[in-house]
């Protein structure tokens, strides 16, 4: 949620205006909140993270989908676009059109200055509110570090984080794990070697 509210409108009116935009936008209790966009840096980490579940993935019953896949919080109301979801199984959504997921197993945000406060806060809040969920990841977009959410079988929620001895996140639920140099590939520029070197030691 990173602009001010628009204005007070129904759950059908935002679905309706968010379906001729070219904005995306979040819904919260009668709100819309335009999403500001994504940097270079945080877009390969994203990129990088579905590559990495979609193959780990592969011939399982689940589906990994990026930012463009709406989530409906059913309880709270909140419509919002996490980075990552994976869902195994049957898959549940608001309505026949198939564009606001309600059941994931798994979601992943990537943490911008902005953004942060909102995704460990507010929106944690409301993702715990989710019944299929079972974990949540945070990935630092400034720094190499991943952080684990992990919910119990009495509903509480256990951390794990990567550190130098560490460097994995094992995903228990959907058997997938995330490796630092695997999230972060290619998203510091290599020093002294320019497009069209690269290039020439490609061919």
């Given amino acids: 949620m990173q602009q001010a509210a628009i204005s007070l409108i129904s759950?059908?009116?935002?679905?309706?205006?968010?379906?001729?935009?070219?904005?995306?936008?979040?819904?919260?209790?009668?709100?819309?909140?335009?999403?500001?966009?994504?940097?270079?840096?945080?877009?390969?980490?994203?990129?990088?993270?579905?590559?990495?579940?979609?193959?780990?993935?592969?011939?399982?019953?689940?589906?990994?989908?990026?930012?463009?896949?709406?989530?409906?919080?059913?309880?709270?109301?909140?419509?919002?676009?996490?980075?990552?979801?994976?869902?195994?199984?049957?898959?549940?959504?608001?309505?026949?059109?198939?564009?606001?997921?309600?059941?994931?197993?798994?979601?992943?945000?990537?943490?911008?200055?902005?953004?942060?406060?909102?995704?460990?806060?507010t929106k944690f809040r409301n993702y715990r509110q989710i019944e299929s969920l079972k974990e949540y990841v945070l990935v630092s977009q400034n720094d190499r570090k991943i952080e684990k959410y992990s919910r119990t079988d009495d509903n509480r929620w256990i951390l794990t984080e990567t550190h130098e001895a560490e460097p994995e996140i094992i995903l228990e639920s959907i058997c997938c794990n995330l490796n630092i140099s695997e999230v972060y590939d290619k998203t510091e520029d290599s020093p002294g070697i320019v497009a069209s070197d690269a290039w020439n030691v490609i061919k």
């Fill in 11 to 121: 759950e059908a009116e935002y679905l309706e205006q968010e379906r001729l935009s070219e904005t995306k936008h979040e819904y919260y209790q009668g709100e819309m909140f335009a999403m500001a966009g994504a940097s270079r840096r945080h877009n390969l980490i994203v990129a990088n993270i579905i590559g990495e579940l979609r193959y780990q993935l592969k011939g399982k019953p689940c589906r990994t989908y990026p930012s463009d896949m709406r989530l409906k919080i059913e309880t709270s109301g909140l419509y919002t676009y996490p980075d990552v979801m994976v869902v195994c199984g049957e898959e549940k959504f608001s309505d026949e059109k198939e564009n606001a997921l309600l059941n994931p197993d798994v979601i992943v945000e990537v943490l911008s200055d902005s953004t942060e406060g909102y995704d460990r806060g």
